[in-house]
Nanobody, 117 residues
Framework: QVQLVESGGGLVQAGGSLRLSCAASGLIFSRYDMGWYRQAPGKQRELVARIFTTNTTNYADSVKDRFTISRDNAKKAVYLQMNSLRPEDTAVYYC???????????WGQGTQVTVSS
């Protein structure tokens, strides 16, 4: 049974930092591309950052130069370091694990991030 458990969310003032963690179990972690997505109230879920099995990364334009995604295959964990947070970063942040072949996709339950102005 695959589980993705996020932690590290909370309330922070604008300009502050948070570090999200996602602990994975029940899968061969190193074979999965990992990502962080977010969903704000009334909006669609959107990609924040991804890190592939090759350690290549990509980011949404809105978070480039502020957020950093990383992974630790030995710990089966992925992280999102968020700096210079803005009120518009307020959302539920979800961890995602995916593979293309075979087509597999898993989600965590999410962690709330609230940035006050």
């Amino acid at each position: 049974q695959v589980q993705l458990v996020e932690s590290g969310g909370g309330l922070v003032q604008a300009g502050g930092s948070l570090r999200l963690s996602c602990a994975a179990s029940g899968l061969i972690f190193s074979r999965y591309d990992m990502g962080w997505y977010r969903q704000a109230p009334g909006k669609q879920r959107e990609l924040v950052a991804r890190i592939f099995t090759t350690n290549t990364t990509n980011y949404a334009d809105s978070v480039k130069d502020r957020f950093t995604i990383s992974r630790d295959n030995a710990k089966k964990a992925v992280y999102l370091q968020m700096n210079s947070l803005r009120p518009e970063d307020t959302a539920v942040y979800y961890c995602n694990a995916g593979r293309v072949i075979p087509a597999l996709n898993y989600w965590g339950q999410g962690t709330q991030v609230t940035v006050s102005s």
